[in-house]
């Protein structure tokens, strides 16, 4: 078997450690990226093909039993899922997770930071593009910026181990910008994050163009802030399962907090070398790089069969985990899929 189970680890054929799962627990979502919802949109999936939050709870159980040690709720939306905290106390019950994540666009997050964070939610990402109303308006086709700033400020009162901003580049629409929002994350002890822009859902919602490559987003940053230079970081506390690559500021002028973000950079500087996460979609199928459409259907092994189908299901998977990914800068490349059926 190409995985090594007996050690307690999840090893796939490059010898990666896999120790990371994202969980989408829906594929809907509230709002209407342009980067990341295709214009014909996309049918939702039917109701019985969804995994509940007990289906959830066993798949994970298997993961953790394997050597997966952190958890990552993501979506579609995953606020959008009634009673999301139900999920997370369910998650937080398994002997062996020792970190869980959620990931949000904000948009329900003011009424629903205290329970995720009782439940046990540790860490927690969201998505702001931009700080002009209008514009998140046009980005999000229906988002509301005053809602997400209050999400955030509720966040921080209930004390999470780590709050980050995820914030897409786009160049034309937010290059102005990026300076703008780490002066906005750091005066509010929250870490910036700058995602490069991604060829998904067949390259429908891609413009060549508009990528921002790493290189121009730390230059950005840089001359955002006068004569500070970004010199390489080790993340500290924001450091999560993830891929980010982290930067500090040094020099210039400083803000009186540490002048730390992160890039992911998918396109131009690739991390597959040291790709150790998995994608289980809201129906059940595990992806194991989000930029091929080759999956393994767990839905029908644990409904259908038992845990050591499941866990043959897995071991699948991550046989065939391939060792990278072929975006292209013209944006092609990418897979079928679109980021809101297996969440960023
Ligand atoms: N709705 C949640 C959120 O907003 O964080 C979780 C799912 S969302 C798909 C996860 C992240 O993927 C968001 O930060 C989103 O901006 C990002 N994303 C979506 N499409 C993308 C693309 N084509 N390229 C790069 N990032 C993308």
Redesign the pocket.
């Known amino acids: 078997m190409a995985i090594a189970l007996a050690e307690g680890r999840l090893v796939d054929p490059q010898r990666r450690v896999i120790d990371y799962l994202r969980i989408s627990v829906t594929d809907r ?1 509230n ?1 209407r ?1 342009t ?2 919802i295709p214009e014909d949109g996309r049918a939702p999936v039917a109701r019985a093909d969804v995994l509940s939050f007990e289906e959830i709870a066993t798949l994970a159980r298997a993961f953790v039993t394997l050597g997966v040690r952190r958890l990552r709720l ?5 606020t959008v899922r009634r009673d999301l905290p139900a999920l997370v106390r369910l998650l937080r019950a398994l002997p062996g997770v020792e970190e869980l994540a959620l ?3 904000g948009h329900l997050l003011a009424a629903l930071a205290a329970p995720l964070r009782a439940a046990g939610v540790d860490r927690l ?3 702001l ?1 931009t700080l002009d109303a209008q514009k998140f308006r046009r980005i999000t086709g229906r988002g509301e910026l005053a809602r997400v700033l209050a999400g955030l400020e509720a966040a921080r009162d209930v004390g999470f181990a780590s709050i980050k901003l ?1 914030t ?1 580049a786009v160049k034309g629409f937010n290059d102005g910008e990026l300076g703008a929002l780490c002066t906005f994350a750091w005066a509010r002890g929250i870490v910036p994050r700058f ?7 067949a390259g429908q ?2 413009i060549p163009g508009e990528l921002l490559a790493a290189a121009e987003i730390r230059a950005a940053v840089a001359a955002a802030h006068g004569g500070a230079r970004v010199v390489a970081d080790d993340g500290g506390a924001a450091r999560g399962a993830g891929p980010a690559r982290y930067h500090r500021l040094e020099g210039g002028q400083d803000v009186g907090a540490p002048r730390r973000f992160g890039i992911i950079s998918p396109m131009t500087e690739h991390f597959c070398d040291s790709c150790n996460r998995l994608r289980l979609s809201a129906t059940g199928a595990l992806h194991a790089c989000l930029a091929h459409d080759d999956a393994v259907d767990l839905r029908g092994p644990l409904r259908d069969g038992g845990p050591r189908a499941v866990v043959a299901a897995i071991a699948a998977a991550i046989s065939r985990k391939r060792d990278g990914h072929e975006f292209q800068l013209v944006g092609l490349g990418g897979p079928r899929k ?3 059926q297996i ?2």
């Not at 993501?74 to 995953?78: A, D, F, I, Y």
């Open positions: 979502c709002y990226c980067y990341c993501t979506g579609g939306e995953p990931s949000t666009n990402n969201v998505s593009d995820n897409v995602i490069e822009l991604m060829p998904m859902a919602t891609f679109a980021m809101v969440g960023g």
